[in-house]
């Protein structure tokens, strides 16, 4: 049969199909993309945002002596190229080519003390093979060649050396200066420059903010400080510098470049860090001795748990989203079917045998589905990302499901040539084998559920991968609750017919009847509405979940909606000026500090605050403080976990302060959540110096730092933004209200696709009713009781699945990495958002029912009944 | 002398062949029961049927007799529970799937009541026609057109079913069931939704495939018009036949229908029902053979017989 003329002919159920085709392929194939590529961006995202030091592939070489000296660049050069072959493959394309990033070498000294400094003053001695596109000569001029000088009768090295301005005003070190390094081979330093760094937030001076930076070192038991410095020397310092003098190391850094860095091949860089270890252990060469420092699978370990979460639920709602849309399209192929089965049966009476019959109806489907998918498939490649396999696979799936659904449908309906169907006879009773496999069903999902309850997940997911139970889990507990809802549901129907059958009024006994009586197909809007609304209402509530996380996440990490922090005093001015900033409305001071406890070294952080007023400040918000009860002797405190049970203790503050223990307080939001830390009221000390403001009110944050400049301000508005502009976060979210939005789209249209496919049908019985004396108001009534049961039910189902997953799924989703670190343990249930979706869907049903009333009005009575028969 | 095993085997067989001998259709004992969800519907309750080649038969028969069940069993859309039929010398009950379509391709066409549901409203007349060439992969160019105009429905071979009237649809759909040469046409009330003048036209549709291409034709029919034109009407009841009617031209050329109770092969008679009702007869009857007819009377009161 031609098929173009078919597909003219049933246009309608045509146009469907291929719209539920190409928006499910673009989802299918477009959101997978989308979400690769914020996970890429994230992956980005946390190697930049890491330290160099910390991603970069460092090797460390200790010189052990003179025998492994290194005395000219080139043989840095030669050594760097050596390490180069020795990166495998996967870590390659993240290294870029010698000479840019972050990449270098340098041989520096450490722990060289000056002669007669008593051991408090150190100068190393560094260079890096890089040094001239690194620092500018402020001061002096850029050292040369080493010389020898003779000092106490000895011939010993004289380094002309650079330092950094720093070192100049911490150390007390002049241009000029000649200082003597060296416990025993002595050799001299003369400081020739100054430098500073041409870019000094630049991640490069991570590796050496040694160079960079004085270094101030109390060691225990002293009250004084050590002061570390490392002076630039020049290519040629390096002809004088030997591991035999001094304390030398030699390293030389790849650096990772994150811009080609992608989410997928993680596993194979974290492995990649572990042979390129190997490598250098094994290689013949320097490089056996040398250690890798990075801190590069910690930081892709950490990132991999945060992908695991993401991916967890993304796996869940995309896979929800499949399915239903699958069933979505299969009942719109079922549509197209019902549409085509007069010619079809025709067909076959006349002679069509199965194979022909099967194929037309099929070769239809798939005249529709082919080119919307392929539509949807190359559209999605509009989406950024990269191409995965599920990319190809889902529109092969939609295309797969929709054609072998339509050949085997109709197969079957058209296996015997006359096929008779005795809509009057009550449906049959379950095979005893469909029973048990229903049991065997909802068991398994059940025991399902228990272990995942009880067992937990594989923690390891980083290193092996997803846990297929979390999958299965959620897809057999949808399953187990739509069988159930198949199969109970005509029990409490039955109760309302009965109750219908005593009523007056006819049309609720027929309508709840017809309901009852519904044909087997209305299982297949069932299997869609659930899940639809199971997905979509666990979506909601793990976003909702997430969101109200965040909020907490961000009140706790800052305590109010304004914070201002100083590392010095705030003085009663600055104070002032923050209160009269427009806008504010409360300003509670407090002073932080690190104090010793009792006489020992042992420290705690301390805050000294009026809880009263802090707490008057919070009321309302997510956060809450406990009050700090007062104390006849003493100081009352509140303490953490870690210093609960000593009672009353001293610690030494300004002055010794006897603190009394009247309460364990987990953590104080916006300051300390681990660790020691004591709470106590704000007047414990002579003379409050206040270092910190909580400020309550709808102030600028600019505003707040004008008036109180060079303080920190934090606040809580900002801090919530920051968790949320995590690419990943941001992602979760709007996968989530994507997938939502389109299920709930879903759900609607299986409820009109079904309402269409029962139209004859329902047209029909309504005719007949109507001869009998049905008005067009009952008959409206009659359709919408007809569907509503249905509806309800599954939509209340539907809810409580989708609240119980969350519960269900438990400790299987951890989204705290999208929480700023706070666990979004208990979910607290907004049953608004859900509650909406189900009503939203039940009310568009009802108004559904009603528009196809009012449409099927317009036909004559006669023509209906005509039609009725003929079908 | 006592036959040997494989005479009485070969006996059997003649036995069973002599039946109905060279029909073109044969139906013997013929029982359809529906079952759907463990309700039992005896459709056919051993129907005999014997239909010569070439033969005009109408059915008559009141609504539920099982007229539509055996055309659905002579279609090769329903098969049998039990019985034989035969039809062109292929056993309806025995046939595979294969045979089934081929049967239906070859052998077979017809005709339902309802016009809307013999044609495909969205394809043209000649369209149609070419439908069940093409399915059968036998298209032959012109045999459309040539159907057509044979029928008289020429004019309509371009037209598409809802811009032609019931009798020309009805007509269209004799030429498909014609389209790849049938030896049977099976019609099922082809005139139930025409009035009296186009009815006319449908069935001298009928008779002209029956003459001039030799098909025989079986209407099921309620239309007096039809039965009343056609040689040998047989009446359904109950899911067997029990009568026969005649029609021949007498010397006069007067066409002369005469009745005819149908006996079977075991010799049960189905009595008209007004027979029975106009003498009370109920239960039992007194049957006497006479010379040249067998007598049935009414049982007489004889109370103290029954004891």
Not at chain 1, 555 to 563: E, I, L, N, R, T
Not at chain 1, 762 to 791: H, K, N
Not at chain 2, 82 to 90: R, Y
């Amino acid at each position: 049969m031609k098929l173009l003329l078919l597909a003219r002919v049933h246009l309608g159920a045509v146009a469907v199909l291929m719209l539920l085709t190409l928006s499910a392929c673009l989802l299918v194939s477009g959101l997978p993309r989308v979400m690769q590529a914020a996970f890429d961006q994230a992956l980005r995202q946390s190697l930049s945002s890491a330290p160099a030091v910390r991603v970069d592939l460092t090797a460390v070489l200790a010189s052990s002596g003179a025998a492994q000296d290194l005395r000219e660049r080139a043989q840095f050069e030669a050594q760097d190229e050596q390490l180069r072959e020795l990166v495998p493959a996967p870590l390659k394309n993240l290294v870029p080519p010698p000479g840019t990033g972050t990449g270098h070498a340098s041989a520096k000294t450490y722990k060289t003390p000056v002669h007669e400094s008593g051991g408090w003053t150190f100068i190393n001695l560094g260079w890096l093979s890089d040094s001239d596109r690194r620092v500018d000569w402020v001061e002096g001029r850029a050292p040369g060649e080493p010389t020898q000088m003779r000092w106490r009768g000895m011939t010993i090295p004289l380094f002309e050396v650079g330092i950094v301005g720093e070192a100049r005003d911490l150390m007390h070190l002049q241009l000029g200066d000649t200082k003597i390094i060296g416990e025993s081979n002595y050799a001299a330093v003369k400081i020739v420059g100054i430098f500073r760094a041409k870019d000094a937030a630049d991640s490069y001076w991570t590796h050496n903010s040694d160079i960079l930076h004085v270094r101030q070192v109390v060691p225990p038991g002293k009250l004084d400080s050590e002061w570390y410095t490392t002076a630039l020397i020049p290519d040629a310092g390096l002809s004088a510098l030997s591991g035999d003098d001094r304390n030398l190391s030699y390293q030389w850094v790849l650096p990772i470049h994150h811009r080609s860095a992608a989410a997928l091949d993680v596993p194979e860089l974290a492995s990649g860090v572990n042979e390129f270890e190997r490598r250098m252990k094994l290689q013949p060469g320097i490089f056996a001795g040398s250690t890798l420092m990075t801190g590069l699978p910690t930081v892709l370990g950490h990132f991999l748990t945060a992908l695991a979460t993401a991916q967890t639920v993304m796996f869940l709602v995309l896979g929800g989203l499949l399915l239903v849309a699958l069933g979505v399209i299969v009942l719109a192929v079922q549509l197209l079917i019902d549409r085509m089965d007069h010619g079809l049966s025709l067909t076959r009476a006349r002679g069509g045998s199965l194979r022909q019959v099967a194929g037309t109806g099929a070769g239809l489907v798939a005249l529709a589905v082919a080119p919307a998918a392929v539509t949807g498939y190359a559209l999605s490649y509009l989406f950024p990302g990269p191409v995965l396999p599920i990319v190809h696979l889902g529109p092969a799936a939609v295309i797969g499901t929709a054609l072998a659904f339509a050949a085997a449908r109709i197969a079957v309906t058209h296996r015997a040539p006359l096929h008779e169907r005795r809509d009057d006879v009550v449906a049959a009773r379950p095979s005893v084998r469909r029973i048990t496999l229903e049991l065997l069903v909802v068991g398994l999902a059940l025991a399902g559920a228990y272990l995942l309850r009880t067992r937990g997940l594989t923690t390891q997911v980083a290193q092996e991968g997803q846990d297929p139970f979390l999958l299965l889990v959620p897809l057999a507990l949808t399953l187990a609750a739509a069988l159930i809802t198949i199969r109970c549901y005509p029990y409490p129907l039955r109760l309302f017919v009965r109750l219908a059958a005593r009523m007056r009024p006819a049309v609720p006994f027929l309508g709840l009847t017809r309901a009852a009586r519904a044909r087997s197909f209305s299982v297949l809007p069932v299997l869609i509405l659930l899940p639809a609304l199971g997905v979509s209402v666990f979506a909601s509530v793990i976003s909702d979940g997430v969101a109200g996380t965040q909020r907490l996440a961000a009140w706790q990490s800052v305590g109010a909606p304004f914070k201002i922090s100083s590392e010095r005093e705030l003085t009663a001015e600055v104070v002032e000026r923050v209160r009269q900033v427009p806008g504010v409305r409360r300003v509670v001071p407090a002073q932080t500090a690190t104090v010793q406890v009792g006489h020992t070294p042992e420290r705690a952080q301390i805050i000294a605050v009026d809880l009263a007023r802090w707490r008057k400040l919070l009321a309302g918000t997510p956060i809450s403080l406990p009050a700090l009860p007062a104390t006849a002797s003493g100081i009352p405190a509140l303490v953490s976990h870690e210093l609960r049970g000593r009672g009353t203790f001293e610690i030494g503050w300004q002055s010794r302060l006897r603190i009394t223990t009247q309460g364990v307080i987990p953590a104080v939001p916006g300051f300390f959540t681990q660790g020691k830390f004591i709470v106590v009221p704000f007047d414990v000390n002579q003379r409050p110096a206040v270092n910190t403001l909580l400020i309550d009110g709808n102030a600028t944050p600019a505003a707040l730092a004008q008036a109180a400049p060079h303080a920190k301000v934090e606040s809580r508005a900002g801090a919530l933004a920051a968790i949320q502009d995590d690419p990943l976060t941001s992602t979760v979210r709007d996968t989530l209200l994507v997938v939502t939005v389109a299920l709930a789209s879903y759900a609607l249209i299986a409820v009109v696709i079904t309402l269409v496919i029962g139209a004859a049908d329902r047209a029909r019985a309504l005719s007949f009713l109507r001869t009998l004396g049905l008005s067009d108001r009952q008959a409206q009534r009659l359709t919408v009781l007809e569907i509503l049961p249905m509806i309800l039910v599954t939509a209340l189902v539907g809810l409580a699945l989708g609240l119980g997953l969350p519960a269900a799924l438990g400790p299987g989703v951890d989204l705290s990495s999208y929480a700023g670190g706070l666990s979004v343990g208990d979910y607290e249930l907004d049953l608004i958002t859900p509650a909406a979706l189900a009503a939203g869907l039940a009310a568009v049903a009802v108004l559904g029912a009603y528009a196809h009333t009012a449409i099927s009005r317009r036909r004559s009575l006669g023509a209906v009944l005509r039609v009725g028969d003929l079908a | 002398m006592n036959p040997t095993l494989s005479e009485l085997e070969a006996q059997a067989s003649q036995g069973e062949a002599a039946f109905g001998g060279d029909a073109h259709i044969v139906c013997d004992n013929l029982v359809r029961i529906y079952k759907t969800e463990g309700v039992e519907v005896v459709a056919l309750q051993g129907l005999d049927l014997l239909v010569q080649k070439g033969e005009l038969l109408a059915i008559v028969g009141a609504s539920g007799s099982g007229k539509s069940t055996l055309l659905n069993v002579l279609s090769g859309l329903d098969i049998p529970t039990a019985g034989l039929a035969k039809v062109a010398g292929m056993d309806l009950l025995a046939m595979t799937a294969k045979d089934r379509l081929r049967y239906r391709r070859e052998v077979v066409g017809f005709v339902w009541q309802q016009t809307a549901r013999n044609l495909l409203p969205y394809l043209s007349a000649r369209e149609n026609v070419e439908l069940p060439m093409k399915l059968a992969g036998k298209a032959r160019r012109g045999r459309a057109s040539e159907l057509l105009e044979l029928l008289g429905v020429g004019y309509c071979a371009d037209r598409k079913a809802p811009e032609m009237s019931g009798g020309e649809q009805q007509r269209v759909a004799i030429a498909v069931a014609l389209a790849n040469s049938p030896q049977l046409i099976l019609a099922d009330e082809p005139t139930g939704e025409l009035d009296s003048e186009t009815s006319e036209e449908v069935f001298d549709a009928l008779r002209k495939a029956n003459r001039e291409l030799g098909v025989t034709v079986v209407v099921v029919t309620h239309d007096p018009l039809v039965s009343e034109q056609v040689d040998r009407t047989v009446g359904i009841r109950d899911g067997r036949t029990s009568s026969e009617t005649l029609r021949r031209e007498d010397a006069e050329g007067q066409i002369i229908a005469e009745e005819y109770a149908v006996l079977d092969r075991v010799g049960r008679l189905q009595l008209p029902r007004d027979f029975m009702n106009a003498l009370e007869m109920e239960r039992r009857v007194r049957l006497e053979l006479e010379s040249d007819h067998i007598g049935v009377w009414p049982a007489r009161e004889e109370p103290s017989g029954e004891q």
